[in-house]
């Protein structure tokens, strides 16, 4: 049987994480320890997830310290947990609701394919506007779609221990500060692609992904986070953050004429960008939308 780390970064999340600690407690088949960080709440989280501290495979980390950020709290975890003792490691947020099979299936899938990262569709809810969506991610790859985005949403992530050490010692060297901002998910995601490691983009959809007003990102589905997106462009977030990750996800010769292209950024760089764009992003639609944005100067 499969014994598995499961990374829970906690904040403010007093509504929702013992729902979501359960369903991880239930899953079918695999050997699970939880990991719990809480990264300063100012709500009853902390003395929500003590409850839970008696059980011997949950284990709340005791750390003072605020990172202020979803990606610095996972990284904190990843960098406390004993990664070799684990066959695989997992994220989790605090909000959602995970299927009893979800890591079995993942488990299944990476080793009948040699996967050493994997990732899934979800279904996407809201229990206030009584509304449900499939959100799929499970996109063939492309050349360099990890410099330009995530595998899915990173809850969904599942690493080998391989993976995980490979992560770790990749940001071993990083503050919490230069994680605000920025996303874990796609970091990781980098690094295994960076590395030549093989990714499992499975169409199953293992999680109920709450949306709720406290969501960092949330599926972003509607036009508010279309236009949310379409701002984060605009402001120079997306092309920071592919800069950023190449420099982190140990990238390489392969790498270097694209992320020239995207440093220098002149007139004719946009141009031999837009001619690539279609290797930018998994999704076809993607690919034209980044290509417009690269044509006008808005990326």
């Known amino acids: ?39 300063g709440s100012t709500d009853s989280t902390v003395s929500t997830i003590e409850r839970f501290s008696e059980l011997s495979n949950v284990f709340i980390l005791k750390d ?25 490691i997992a994220f989790s947020d605090q909000d959602d609701i995970w299927d009893p099979e979800k890591m079995s299936r993942a488990v299944s899938k990476m080793s009948e394919g040699g ?13 206030s506007k009584g509304q449900a969506s499939y959100l799929k991610k499970s996109y063939p790859s492309k050349e360099f779609d990890y410099l330009f985005q995530g595998a899915s949403a990173g809850c969904t992530y599942v690493m080998t221990s ?16 230069d994680f605000i901002g920025r996303s874990h ?19 199953y959809a293992p999680i109920f992904y709450r949306q709720h007003s406290s969501n960092v990102y949330g ?15 605009r402001d120079g977030w997306y092309r920071s953050n592919v800069l950023w990750i190449a420099e982190y996800c140990g990238a390489g010769e392969k790498e270097a004429k694209i992320l020239a292209l995207v440093k220098n950024y002149s007139f004719f760089d946009r141009l031999k960008l837009m001619a690539h764009s279609g290797s930018f992003r998994r999704k076809k639609s993607e690919c034209r939308v980044l290509g417009v944005f690269f044509l006008l100067g808005l990326f």
């Open 185 to 203: 998910d796609w970091l990781v995601y980098a690094i295994a692609r960076a590395h030549n490691m093989q990714w499992c983009y499975d169409y």
């Open 64 to 88: 003072s310290e605020s990172t202020r950020s979803a990606a610095g709290n996972f990284f904190r975890i990843l960098s406390q947990v004993e990664l070799g003792f684990y066959d695989y």
């Open 115 to 127: 996967f050493e990262g994997y990732s899934s569709d979800l279904v996407a809810y809201s229990n």
């Open 1 to 39: 049987m499969a014994k598995i780390a499961v990374l829970l970064a906690a904040y403010n999340g007093e509504s929702f994480i013992v729902s979501q600690v359960n369903s991880i407690l239930f899953q079918l088949g695999v050997d699970v320890d939880i990991y719990i960080r809480d990264d």
């Open 219 to 233: 599926a972003m589905t509607t036009l508010q986070g279309l236009l949310a997106k379409v701002k984060l462009v």
């Open 162 to 177: 391989k993976l995980a050490t490979t992560v770790a010692q990749s940001i071993a060297h990083l503050h919490s500060s």
